[in-house]
């Protein structure tokens, strides 16, 4: 099992690049059966030296669509035949089954947005050793985009994250293999997500740090341009930021 700091220690980019093969996504970029447009996403990631692809094959926006685990596979098995290139490959899924058909295919990471509620997925997460993306999601959220009140939204947001890698690790994943992700945009307004990314440095500690806020409504309440925002991310100690392809 490799670890966190042994993947990052060989990227240079501090880019997690996003590709979707959902017609569902909030921004509408999908390149399911789009071979010429797959292409392009994957050279551009090969040309800007980006070492990670985070792989989504269902959108998770706010009233989003569901598909079936068929469709879902449909998908990912689209891209695994066409891709000719070589990175490091996350799946972005809250379906276990279409995780472990990813596992099986050699995705390294497993990010799942919905904060590893699914036993399922804890196993899986247990029985391969893959490095995890924790995605916060407060303990108290019936959705995954359902709005919670927040007092101090960075300390609750740190004590949340806390709580649910000590209760994963008691049930059998390696602190080595967790990196976390304070899910900005995910159940929470534009003001506290925004609070949140200036705010980032507050939530690293001694596991890898990673924020998506790529293309998101709130980023416009920052003061900041997109090349600042980076910036301030990786100067804060953020190990990866989750950041939508271009051609």
């Not at 893959?130 to 009140?149: A, D, F, G």
């Not at 507050?202 to 409504?217: A, T």
């Amino acid at each position: 099992m490799s670890n966190w700091n042994s993947i990052l220690s060989r990227d240079n980019s501090k880019i997690l690049g996003i590709i979707n093969l959902s017609n569902d996504s909030f921004t509408g970029d999908g390149v399911f059966n789009h071979d010429e447009g797959l292409k392009k996403l994957l050279q551009s990631a090969k040309q800007k030296n980006i070492d990670f692809i985070d792989i989504g094959c269902a959108s998770s926006k706010p009233g989003f669509d569901s598909v079936t685990t068929e469709e879902e596979i449909e998908r990912l098995n689209y891209f695994i035949n066409s891709n000719q290139e070589t990175f490091t490959f996350s799946i972005d899924s809250f379906n276990p089954i279409v995780v472990q058909h990813a596992v099986e295919n050699n995705f390294e990471i497993i990010n799942d947005v919905s904060g590893f509620l699914n036993e399922e997925m804890i196993q899986i997460a247990v029985d391969s050793k893959l490095k995890i993306i924790l995605v916060h999601r407060h303990p108290k959220s019936e959705s995954l985009h359902q709005k919670m009140i927040y007092k101090d939204v960075v300390k609750e947001v740190k004590e949340h994250l806390n709580s649910k890698i000590k209760s994963l690790i008691s049930l059998g994943v390696k602190e080595e293999q967790i990196a976390i992700d304070p899910g900005l945009g995910f159940g929470k307004n534009l003001s506290d997500s925004a609070e949140l990314l200036i705010n980032i440095k507050e939530l690293k500690e001694n596991f890898p740090l990673i924020v998506g806020y790529s293309k998101k409504k709130f980023i416009k309440n920052i003061p900041m341009s997109n090349s600042d925002l980076f910036k301030h991310c990786v100067d804060s100690g953020v190990s990866l930021v989750r950041m939508h392809l271009t051609n």
